[in-house]
């Protein structure tokens, strides 16, 4: 058995499983994406079948394609060692079965394997650092945002702009938050006032009256019509941003771990 292995254990899958699945609920521009490649798992599959062939030399052959092939293995994913693994054990297997004529090209290609899977794992490395310093710059912006802040400027419909959405969600919270405020301006001073601002209707009685405050409540409640859905998206906003905080911090530290374990490996 080679290093291939021995890293795995040293390591375990698990660790960059666990990585996986905390990091791809994130869909922050600034982190790259974790995820399982087709390549990786093709590749890995078409290790698995490989089979000894009739003729010694072609499987020999055979296995060197497949080795070639496996300085394309992406390492910005968490299954990029299942090919090196999946190559070793083949490797190994041929050892025991081949004729012994070809056991120095075989303990070439083991060699070669190792050195692909180092090349792959500096290459992981790199990508981790990366990921890693991508969310902590991802933190430290959201802790530059203060909630309270962000809640009372959402109140005058702003959060779009705190939190740099796109244009669409800009102009509707402007104008659901300048529609609803009008509406409630003009509703409540039309209630708490019906004699001054009854307009064009006429007051004769308390039934006029009546009617003129029932109209002022009639425009405060299309007011909340457009400016409730817009107060709900900003605060809705706020929690994502909050959870999704907590998430980069968490995966951060299981980064961390899975990146010290990366280096103390050899």
């Not at 609920?25 to 490649?37: F, G």
């Not at 992981?124 to 530059?144: D, M, P, S, Y």
């Not at 209707?201 to 007011?223: E, F, M, R, S």
Request: hydrophobic share 40%; net charge positive.
């Amino acid at each position: 058995m080679s290093l291939v292995n021995a890293f795995i254990n040293q390591i375990g899958r698990e660790i960059g499983r666990e990585v996986y699945r905390n990091a791809r609920v994130r869909s922050s521009k600034h982190i790259p994406t974790l995820s399982y490649t087709d390549f990786n798992k093709d590749f890995a599959d078409e290790i698995k079948s490989f089979e000894l062939a009739t003729y010694d030399k072609v499987s020999v052959r055979n296995l060197i394609n497949l080795i070639e092939k496996s300085e394309n293995v992406n390492p910005r994913s968490f299954n990029w060692q299942d090919c090196y693994i999946e190559l070793d054990n083949k490797i190994d297997f041929c050892k025991e079965h081949l004729d012994k004529e070809h056991l120095d090209k075989l303990e070439s290609l083991d060699q070669q394997n190792s050195m692909n899977f180092s090349v792959a794992k500096e290459r992981h490395k790199t990508f981790i650092g990366q990921t890693i310093e991508n969310i902590k710059l991802e933190i430290a912006n959201h802790e530059k945002r203060n909630p309270i802040l962000a809640f009372t400027i959402s109140l005058l419909g702003f959060n779009p702009f705190f939190y740099k959405l796109n244009f669409g969600k800009i102009f509707s919270h402007l104008f659901g938050t300048v529609v609803g405020i009008i509406c409630f301006y003009y509703g409540y001073i039309i209630y708490i006032d019906p004699i001054g601002h009854h307009g064009n209707l006429l007051i004769k009685n308390d039934a006029d009256l009546t009617k003129v405050k029932n109209l002022g409540i009639t425009i405060i409640v299309i007011g909340s019509i457009f400016y409730l859905p817009v107060l709900i998206s900003s605060i809705k906003r706020i929690l994502i941003e909050q959870k999704n905080n907590a998430n980069n911090k968490e995966t951060l530290i299981t980064l961390t771990d899975y990146q010290c374990n990366l280096n103390k490996s050899k």
